[in-house]
């Protein structure tokens, strides 16, 4: 089982950017389908981005082009690297991870998540 700690997020204006990171703990994600997810109030969780261990990506359309997930195994650590933000990307985001994922921006797909972090984009 993993166990997941996100950080990185913040305030931020419209068109900036921030990275998110996800430290894991107890495997190793190189195991691990990965991914993001993010729930804004009052709506569903929704996938944002997932890369599987083989290090595709898939990526929901509305971040295409603007977010850039990634990890990296020696550090044992993902990433999302949001750029263009926009007012609609304001939610808290997760990273889950699983050995087995069909659908990579399921939320049903995933076992392990982490507390999640907070990202505000402000006009």
């Known amino acids: 089982q993993l166990q997941l700690v996100e950080s990185g997020g913040g305030s931020e204006q419209v068109g900036g950017s921030l990275r998110l990171s996800c430290a894991a703990s107890g495997n190793t994600i190189s195991r691990y389908d990965m991914a993001w997810f993010r729930q804004a109030l009052g709506n569903q969780r929704e996938g944002v981005a997932a890369?599987?261990?083989?290090?595709?990506?898939n990526y929901a359309d509305s971040v295409k082009g603007r977010f850039t997930i990634s990890k990296d195994v020696a550090k044992n650590t993902l990433y999302l690297q949001m750029n263009s933000l926009k007012p609609e990307d304001t939610a808290m985001y997760y990273c889950?991870?699983?050995?087995?994922?069909?659908?990579?921006?399921?939320?049903?797909?995933?076992?392990?998540w982490g507390r999640g972090t907070s990202v505000t984009v402000s006009s």
């Open positions: 889950a991870g699983d050995q087995v994922v069909v659908a990579p921006l399921k939320p049903y797909e995933y076992n392990s």
């Open positions: 890369i599987d261990v083989y290090g595709s990506t």
